[in-house]
């Protein structure tokens, strides 16, 4: 049966999201008791300790950081080679090189069961980056990334299920999204995901065993990532800070099948031409704070030669 919608303003777009969801009660001004009370949600304490502030943005006036409550998260990451990458990168950016030649992609499938926006499902063709106002790369800059402490990206193709997520992560955040039908089911066992194009037919599908968890306490294992987009003509960088929950990873993973169909992302894939699959990650708990972006410099590729 069809939910019932309502419309909302963002910026001058009108959206339709869930009647008597989180977004269509509090408008990013989530009550946390209510949350807490939700028995999807293990906690809210690393919320409480991220107030939230209110700023203006393209899409009108909002509270940032966007709360995810409850998600779930898969990770494939890739060689390729970096004269692939530096084909698909903007002339501002470089990649982060783990060796000479070669950078890291991936692929990602996310979940996010209870935020501010309400449900809905995503995933993204991204390229690792070097810090943007770093010059040349240094040894702690790649250890850092490579453990997953904060991650520097730049995004080839970011596909949602929902309008809300679409319009604010376009006019917003300057990604590049689209509306499609996108399953993502993340438990202790599998991980399945499925993106179709327009016409209904598989772009991109991931299926895998899940690797064994290791369960955290709220803010013992906390990740960043930085991403690079522009808006109009000015660079900025979105901050994502992940509370992870249960997480566990497969190096060198057999038996993960990712399938390459007809559509954006699967092109964007192509393009890269991914060489050998290093890592598979999945989070089947975690949280998440999304920061609005903020205009950042960035270095033109000839300062780091």
């Not at 990458?85 to 501002?92: D, M, N, S, Y």
């Not at 968890?213 to 803010?219: D, I, M, P, R, V």
């Amino acid at each position: 049966m069809a939910q019932d919608t309502v419309a909302v303003d963002l910026g001058g777009r009108s959206v339709d999201v869930p009647k008597g969801g989180l977004y269509d009660r509090y408008r990013m001004d989530t009550d946390l008791d209510t949350v807490a009370a939700d028995p999807r949600v293990s906690g809210v304490d690393f919320f409480r300790r991220l107030p939230k502030a209110r700023v203006d943005s393209p899409i009108g006036p909002t509270l940032t950081p966007n709360f995810y409550y409850r998600i779930a998260t898969a990770r494939l990451m890739m060689l390729a080679s970096s004269r692939a990458i530096r084909q698909r990168l903007p002339e501002e950016l470089s990649p982060l090189e783990v060796a000479p030649g070669l950078g890291l992609v991936s692929v990602m499938v996310f979940r996010y069961d209870v935020c501010d926006i309400d449900f809905y499902t995503e995933a993204a063709v991204g390229i690792a980056v070097r810090p943007a106002r770093h010059g040349r790369l240094g040894f702690f800059d790649l250890v850092t990334g490579l453990k997953n402490e904060h991650l520097h990206s730049y995004v080839l193709s970011l596909p949602v299920s929902s309008d809300i997520a679409q319009v604010r992560g376009r006019d917003g955040y300057g990604f590049p999204k689209w509306v499609t039908s996108l399953d993502v089911d993340i438990d202790a066992e599998r991980t399945e995901a499925r993106v179709t194009n327009g016409r209904g037919e598989t772009d991109l599908a991931l299926s895998a065993a899940t690797p064994g968890q290791t369960a955290y306490k709220s803010g013992e294992n906390v990740s960043s990532l930085t991403s690079y987009t522009t808006i109009g003509d000015a660079w900025h960088a979105t901050l994502s800070q992940t509370n992870v929950l249960s997480a566990g990873s497969t190096r060198l993973p057999r038996g993960v099948e990712l399938r390459l169909g007809e559509g954006r992302l699967s092109e964007d894939v192509r393009s890269l031409n991914p060489l050998k699959t290093l890592r598979f990650d999945v989070m089947t708990e975690g949280q998440l704070a999304l920061h609005m972006p903020v205009p950042t410099s960035v270095r033109d590729r000839e300062s780091f030669r």
